[in-house]
């Protein structure tokens, strides 16, 4: 019985699914499905972008929500809308230069607004001061330099008169009675919703060429019977639609379609610190992330994380074999915070030395053990070892805990310069790797060994 277990979980581990997920929407194959991420696994490292109407009150995009604002309380800032410095060449720009392979940007958040243009509603950015697709322009720019391109689009629409009245919605009722429901709901057609949904984002997915990631957002089913899931969204009909409109599309894991083998491509842990991320090994995942607490623009929030702390995500993903998604959340007037700005640079600089510790890489099998307060990234088809140095050793060496006869090479990644080594003389399976006593530039350097 034991053994009959642990084959049965054995398969469902090589087949990458839940041993609860037997149900599938499509026809894929595991391999087939590998073989169509091939791309996003290997780029490791992309840029979210939340801007809306919720950028110019600058204090978080759930500020509807969070301040039971309704339409009429929330028109101000669709008429104040003017992003006149917007150029997205500029933000394409810098997410290349940080290293950054693809992109996500909020066609529509929870509030409604539209960035782009879409037949079905007069709520979008044609009919603000800004006059025109600002989603085009998106897409556009961050083609021209040789990123993918993705679609954030709400599930949730606080200004649609259609979408019902749950419990995270701006005006849902005080009591919470099933009553007061009913009564606001009075009038409000859910059917509708999900039609105007899938005509706009068969617009998306027709109206701007190939786009590589959707990225829907979210489900909550379970809130007392005033939340909402995979039925108010009519999911598995969305996400044929979707696979039919944009065959090679990845999809995120927000359609509350669990049971499902396929009814995602990959989980989003959001926020998480970096010592949960090694639960997610073994799947297909990436962590979002925000350079300070909220996703919109947010003047007055100053948590906004250090370098250091950007680092140890981007390495800590990649070293459990995820990616991340780093959140920029522009101003109203369409351009990156100052602090974004910033935080954008450091990274651009870290990895132009060290992007091959990044790229193609994932955790590193077992027989490599990771040397004391470091963290190890591995490419298995250049057979190359990353030694992420954390805590850069006073003493001038480090250890390389059972690395006798394992490595040819050993150099810093950032300039390529030999580091020599030699078995330790207390314990000769170990190697004892001496480093220069001042540390190179960076603020985790990284030692690439190159294996047998
Ligand atoms: C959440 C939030 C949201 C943000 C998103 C990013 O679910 O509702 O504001 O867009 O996560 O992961």
Same mark, same amino acid.
């Given at each position: 019985?034991?053994?009959?277990?642990?084959?049965?979980?054995?398969?469902?581990?090589?087949?990458?699914?839940?041993?609860?997920?037997?149900?599938?929407?499509?026809?894929? !194959?595991?391999?087939?499905?590998?073989?169509?991420?091939?791309?996003?696994?290997?780029?490791?490292?992309?840029m979210f972008i939340h801007w809306g109407l919720y950028s110019g009150a600058a204090r978080h995009e759930w500020v509807k929500h969070n301040e039971k604002i309704d339409n009429a309380g929330y028109q101000k800032y669709f008429d104040q809308f003017n992003p006149d410095y917007f150029d997205p060449k500029k933000w394409a720009h810098a997410a290349k230069?940080?290293?950054?392979?693809?992109?996500?940007?909020?066609?529509?958040?929870?509030?409604?607004?539209?960035?782009?243009?879409?037949?079905? /509603?007069?709520?979008?950015?044609?009919?603000?001061?800004?006059?025109?697709?600002?989603?085009?322009?998106?897409?556009?720019?961050?083609?021209?330099?040789?990123?993918?391109?993705?679609?954030?689009?709400?599930?949730?629409?606080? +200004?649609?008169?259609?979408?019902?009245?749950?419990?995270?919605?701006?005006?849902?009722?005080?009591?919470?009675?099933?009553?007061?429901?009913?009564?606001?709901?009075?009038?409000?057609?859910?059917?509708?919703?999900?039609?105007?949904?899938?005509?706009?984002?068969?617009?998306?997915?027709?109206?701007?060429?190939?786009?590589?990631?959707?990225?829907?957002?979210?489900?909550?089913?379970?809130?007392?019977? +005033?939340?909402?899931?995979?039925?108010?969204?009519?999911?598995?009909?969305?996400?044929?639609?979707?696979?039919?409109?944009?065959?090679?599309?990845?999809?995120?894991?927000?359609? *509350?379609?669990?049971?499902?083998?396929?009814?995602?491509?990959?989980?989003?842990?959001?926020?998480?610190?970096?010592?949960?991320?090694?639960?997610?090994?073994?799947? /297909?995942?990436?962590?979002?992330?925000?350079?300070?607490?909220?996703?919109?623009?947010?003047? #007055?929030?100053?948590?906004?994380? /250090? +370098?250091?702390?950007?680092?140890?995500?981007?390495? !800590?993903?990649?070293?459990?074999?995820? *990616?991340?998604?780093?959140?920029?959340?522009?101003?109203?007037?369409?351009?990156? #915070?100052?602090?974004?700005?910033?935080?954008?640079?450091?990274?651009? /600089?870290?990895?132009?030395?060290? *992007?091959?510790?990044?790229?193609?890489?994932?955790?590193?099998? #077992?027989?490599?053990?990771?040397?004391?307060?470091?963290?190890?990234?591995?490419?298995?088809?250049?057979?190359?070892?990353?030694?992420?140095?954390? #805590?850069?050793?006073?003493?001038?060496?480090?250890t390389l805990p059972g690395y006798a006869g394992k490595i040819k090479y050993a150099a810093f990644l950032n300039d390529a310069s030999e580091l020599l080594y030699k078995p330790s003389a207390t314990n000769p399976d170990d190697l004892i790797l001496t480093l220069p006593a001042k540390k190179p530039l960076y603020e985790i350097p990284v030692v690439e060994?190159?294996?047998?």
């Amino acid at each position: 019985m034991l053994k009959k277990l642990k084959l049965i979980l054995l398969l469902a581990l090589i087949s990458g699914s839940p041993v609860f997920a037997q149900k599938q929407i499509g026809t894929e !194959t595991y391999a087939q499905k590998q073989k169509r991420m091939e791309w996003w696994t290997d780029s490791r490292f992309g840029m979210f972008i939340h801007w809306g109407l919720y950028s110019g009150a600058a204090r978080h995009e759930w500020v509807k929500h969070n301040e039971k604002i309704d339409n009429a309380g929330y028109q101000k800032y669709f008429d104040q809308f003017n992003p006149d410095y917007f150029d997205p060449k500029k933000w394409a720009h810098a997410a290349k230069a940080a290293g950054m392979k693809y992109a996500v940007l909020t066609t529509k958040h929870h509030e409604g607004f539209c960035l782009f243009d879409s037949k079905y /509603t007069d709520y979008k950015a044609p009919n603000t001061a800004a006059k025109r697709d600002l989603v085009r322009e998106y897409v556009n720019a961050y083609r021209a330099e040789g990123l993918k391109v993705g679609f954030y689009y709400s599930l949730l629409d606080w +200004h649609h008169p259609d979408y019902t009245i749950d419990e995270i919605h701006p005006q849902s009722p005080k009591d919470k009675s099933d009553a007061s429901y009913a009564q606001l709901n009075k009038g409000r057609d859910m059917a509708k919703y999900r039609q105007y949904m899938r005509n706009q984002i068969t617009e998306l997915l027709t109206n701007y060429g190939k786009i590589d990631i959707l990225w829907l957002d979210f489900s909550f089913p379970n809130k007392n019977g +005033h939340g909402k899931g995979k039925d108010d969204w009519g999911s598995v009909e969305l996400l044929k639609l979707i696979r039919k409109l944009q065959p090679g599309i990845i999809v995120d894991n927000r359609l *509350n379609l669990e049971e499902y083998k396929d009814g995602a491509d990959f989980e989003t842990p959001e926020q998480v610190s970096t010592a949960e991320l090694a639960k997610y090994r073994g799947k /297909t995942w990436e962590t979002c992330q925000t350079f300070s607490g909220s996703w919109g623009y947010y003047r #007055d929030e100053n948590t906004w994380k /250090t +370098h250091r702390q950007l680092l140890d995500l981007l390495i !800590t993903s990649v070293s459990n074999g995820g *990616n991340l998604i780093l959140n920029v959340g522009p101003t109203a007037r369409g351009e990156f #915070d100052y602090r974004a700005t910033r935080a954008l640079d450091s990274l651009a /600089t870290w990895m132009h030395a060290n *992007n091959r510790a990044i790229y193609n890489c994932t955790f590193a099998p #077992d027989i490599y053990k990771v040397p004391e307060n470091d963290k190890l990234t591995y490419n298995a088809k250049t057979k190359r070892l990353y030694v992420h140095l954390y #805590d850069y050793p006073a003493g001038g060496t480090i250890t390389l805990p059972g690395y006798a006869g394992k490595i040819k090479y050993a150099a810093f990644l950032n300039d390529a310069s030999e580091l020599l080594y030699k078995p330790s003389a207390t314990n000769p399976d170990d190697l004892i790797l001496t480093l220069p006593a001042k540390k190179p530039l960076y603020e985790i350097p990284v030692v690439e060994l190159t294996l047998n």
